[in-house]
């Protein structure tokens, strides 16, 4: 499965933005996905998880509320709806395949296929 991760962009605090994840080979509809984001001279942090159900969806505290991850089926296509930014939120974005159990959707050590990544920058 390869990933190819978009949408990022320079922005100012209180902005929006929209990022896509789109896997290629075989269709999403089959794993969990997730969103991390790592700042310079930061470990990689949890983000958003959507379940291959759509039954769990989640988000790290920092951003509920203001962000949203969805799926468009048609297109197999994973998306991060970004509300509200702020300069902290200032990080390359990855998404993520998940297709294991043995680690929390919350560690980076659960997902096997990762996109490229996609900066985001907010401005104050």
């Known amino acids: 499965v390869q990933l190819q991760a978009s949408g990022g962009g320079l922005v100012q605090a209180g902005d929006s933005l929209r990022l896509s994840c789109a896997p290629s080979?075989?269709?999403?509809?089959?794993?969990?996905m997730g969103w991390f984001r790592q700042a310079p001279g930061k470990e990689r942090e949890f983000v958003a998880y959507?379940?291959?159900?759509?039954?769990?969806?989640d988000y790290a505290d920092s951003v509920k509320g203001r962000f949203t991850i969805s799926r468009d089926n048609a297109k197999t296509t994973v998306y991060l709806q970004m509300n509200s930014l702020k300069p902290e939120d200032t990080a390359t974005y990855y998404c993520?395949?998940?297709?294991?159990?043995?680690?929390?959707?919350?560690?980076?050590?659960?997902?096997?296929?990762w996109g490229q990544g996609t900066l985001v920058t907010v401005s104050s």
């Open positions: 959507r379940s291959r159900s759509g039954f769990i969806i």
């Open positions: 993520a395949v998940r297709r294991g159990t043995a680690y929390t959707y919350k560690s980076p050590n659960a997902y096997d296929f």
């Open positions: 080979g075989r269709s999403d509809s089959t794993y969990d």
